[in-house]
Protein backbone atom coordinates (compact mmCIF):
# COMPACT_ATOMS: atom_id res chain seq x y z
CA UNK A 1 0.00 0.00 0.00
CA UNK A 2 1.38 3.49 -0.69
CA UNK A 3 0.50 7.27 0.14
CA UNK A 4 0.76 9.79 -1.95
CA UNK A 5 2.29 12.84 -0.08
CA UNK A 6 2.28 16.32 -0.95
CA UNK A 7 5.28 18.02 -1.04
CA UNK A 8 6.68 19.95 1.34
CA UNK A 9 5.83 23.71 1.36
CA UNK A 10 8.84 25.68 0.36
CA UNK A 11 9.07 29.12 2.57
CA UNK A 12 11.45 31.16 0.27
CA UNK A 13 10.04 33.90 -1.52
CA UNK A 14 11.23 36.04 -4.96
CA UNK A 15 10.46 39.22 -5.21
CA UNK A 16 10.38 40.31 -9.00
CA UNK A 17 10.68 44.23 -9.28
CA UNK A 18 10.49 44.81 -12.74
CA UNK A 19 9.90 47.67 -15.52
CA UNK A 20 10.44 47.31 -19.07
CA UNK A 21 14.52 48.14 -18.69
CA UNK A 22 15.57 46.44 -15.46
CA UNK A 23 14.19 43.49 -13.43
CA UNK A 24 15.79 42.48 -9.64
CA UNK A 25 14.84 39.74 -8.28
CA UNK A 26 15.12 39.41 -4.61
CA UNK A 27 14.94 35.47 -2.35
CA UNK A 28 13.33 35.64 0.93
CA UNK A 29 11.45 33.75 3.62
CA UNK A 30 7.48 33.75 3.39
CA UNK A 31 5.60 35.74 4.90
CA UNK A 32 7.98 37.77 7.14
CA UNK A 33 9.87 38.77 4.04
CA UNK A 34 13.50 38.97 6.21
CA UNK A 35 16.86 38.32 5.14
CA UNK A 36 16.16 39.36 1.71
CA UNK A 37 19.26 39.25 -0.81
CA UNK A 38 19.78 40.03 -4.28
CA UNK A 39 19.20 37.11 -6.66
CA UNK A 40 19.69 39.10 -9.97
CA UNK A 41 19.68 42.14 -11.45
CA UNK A 42 18.81 42.14 -15.23
CA UNK A 43 18.74 45.15 -17.82
CA UNK A 44 17.16 45.17 -20.89
CA UNK A 45 18.69 48.44 -22.71
CA UNK A 46 15.54 48.71 -25.47
CA UNK A 47 13.16 49.50 -22.43
CA UNK A 48 15.08 52.85 -21.75
CA UNK A 49 14.90 54.25 -25.37
CA UNK A 50 12.81 56.01 -27.18
CA UNK A 51 10.65 54.85 -30.04
CA UNK A 52 12.26 57.38 -32.13
CA UNK A 53 15.77 56.58 -31.08
CA UNK A 54 14.78 52.65 -32.30
CA UNK A 55 13.24 53.24 -35.56
CA UNK A 56 15.44 56.15 -36.80
CA UNK A 57 15.32 56.42 -40.60
CA UNK A 58 12.76 53.68 -40.63
CA UNK A 59 10.60 54.98 -43.55
CA UNK A 60 7.05 54.04 -43.49
CA UNK A 61 6.92 53.27 -40.12
CA UNK A 62 4.03 54.46 -37.86
CA UNK A 63 1.87 55.33 -40.95
CA UNK A 64 -2.05 55.25 -40.00
CA UNK A 65 -4.58 54.60 -42.92
CA UNK A 66 -4.61 57.97 -44.14
CA UNK A 67 -0.74 57.84 -45.04
CA UNK A 68 0.39 60.16 -42.09
CA UNK A 69 2.86 59.99 -39.68
CA UNK A 70 1.75 59.12 -36.02
CA UNK A 71 4.66 59.47 -33.39
CA UNK A 72 2.22 58.40 -30.75
CA UNK A 73 1.25 55.29 -32.28
CA UNK A 74 5.09 54.26 -32.56
CA UNK A 75 5.54 55.07 -29.00
CA UNK A 76 2.85 53.24 -27.83
CA UNK A 77 3.64 50.06 -29.90
CA UNK A 78 7.43 50.33 -28.78
CA UNK A 79 6.23 50.38 -25.04
CA UNK A 80 3.75 47.49 -25.40
CA UNK A 81 6.81 45.69 -27.32
CA UNK A 82 9.29 46.36 -24.59
CA UNK A 83 7.02 45.02 -22.06
CA UNK A 84 6.57 42.14 -23.63
CA UNK A 85 9.74 41.41 -24.35
CA UNK A 86 10.61 42.05 -20.74
CA UNK A 87 7.94 39.65 -19.86
CA UNK A 88 9.01 36.60 -22.10
CA UNK A 89 12.65 37.34 -20.38
CA UNK A 90 11.16 37.58 -16.59
CA UNK A 91 8.70 34.41 -17.07
CA UNK A 92 11.94 32.47 -18.80
CA UNK A 93 13.59 33.29 -15.86
CA UNK A 94 11.37 32.47 -13.31
CA UNK A 95 10.18 29.01 -14.85
CA UNK A 96 13.67 28.08 -14.69
CA UNK A 97 13.57 28.59 -10.98
CA UNK A 98 9.84 27.24 -10.64
CA UNK A 99 11.52 23.82 -12.30
CA UNK A 100 14.32 23.58 -9.91
CA UNK A 101 12.00 24.14 -6.52
CA UNK A 102 14.35 28.04 -5.79
CA UNK A 103 10.77 29.23 -4.57
CA UNK A 104 7.47 29.03 -3.27
CA UNK A 105 6.30 32.08 -2.93
CA UNK A 106 6.33 35.17 -5.38
CA UNK A 107 5.46 38.50 -5.40
CA UNK A 108 5.72 40.99 -8.42
CA UNK A 109 5.96 44.55 -7.84
CA UNK A 110 5.46 46.02 -12.14
CA UNK A 111 3.69 49.07 -13.40
CA UNK A 112 0.82 47.88 -14.93
CA UNK A 113 1.63 46.98 -18.65
CA UNK A 114 4.01 44.62 -17.50
CA UNK A 115 2.30 42.92 -14.69
CA UNK A 116 -0.54 42.14 -17.86
CA UNK A 117 2.37 40.79 -19.88
CA UNK A 118 3.81 38.54 -17.18
CA UNK A 119 0.20 37.04 -16.49
CA UNK A 120 0.08 36.33 -19.76
CA UNK A 121 3.65 34.82 -20.07
CA UNK A 122 3.42 32.75 -16.66
CA UNK A 123 2.95 29.67 -17.39
CA UNK A 124 -0.45 27.67 -15.26
CA UNK A 125 2.01 26.49 -12.41
CA UNK A 126 3.88 29.82 -12.22
CA UNK A 127 0.70 31.54 -11.67
CA UNK A 128 -0.06 29.42 -8.65
CA UNK A 129 2.91 30.30 -6.54
CA UNK A 130 2.20 33.94 -7.43
CA UNK A 131 0.80 35.26 -3.95
CA UNK A 132 0.73 38.86 -4.76
CA UNK A 133 1.08 41.58 -7.07
CA UNK A 134 2.00 45.43 -6.65
CA UNK A 135 1.13 47.37 -9.69
CA UNK A 136 3.79 50.37 -9.07
CA UNK A 137 7.14 50.89 -11.00
CA UNK A 138 9.29 50.63 -7.91
CA UNK A 139 12.14 48.86 -9.82
CA UNK A 140 14.57 52.23 -9.71
CA UNK A 141 13.88 52.57 -5.88
CA UNK A 142 16.34 51.63 -3.38
CA UNK A 143 16.24 48.34 -1.95
CA UNK A 144 14.38 49.29 1.13
CA UNK A 145 11.65 50.52 -0.75
CA UNK A 146 10.55 48.01 -3.10
CA UNK A 147 10.51 45.16 -0.56
CA UNK A 148 8.84 47.08 2.09
CA UNK A 149 6.07 47.48 -0.56
CA UNK A 150 6.52 43.63 -1.19
CA UNK A 151 6.17 42.72 2.37
CA UNK A 152 2.64 45.12 2.96
CA UNK A 153 1.79 42.99 0.12
CA UNK A 154 2.55 39.30 1.56
CA UNK A 155 0.98 40.53 4.66
CA UNK A 156 -2.41 41.81 2.96
CA UNK A 157 -2.26 38.27 1.36
CA UNK A 158 -1.87 36.04 4.32
CA UNK A 159 -4.34 37.77 6.11
CA UNK A 160 -6.67 36.76 3.37
CA UNK A 161 -5.65 33.42 2.84
CA UNK A 162 -4.65 30.03 4.50
CA UNK A 163 -1.82 29.14 2.31
CA UNK A 164 1.44 28.10 4.21
Avoid at 91 to 101: F, K, L
Avoid at 110 to 115: R, S
Avoid at 130 to 149: H, R
Wanted: glycine residues 6%; contains cysteine.
Amino acid sequence: MSFRREPAANATTWIVAADRSRARIFRSHWPDMGDAALVEDHTHPEGRMQAREVDAGAFGRGRGPDGRSSPYDREVDHRHDTAAQMAIEIAERMEAGRARNAFGHVVVVAPPLLLGELRRRFSPELTKLVDAEVDKELVQMEEADILEEAHMAAMACEKSSHRP
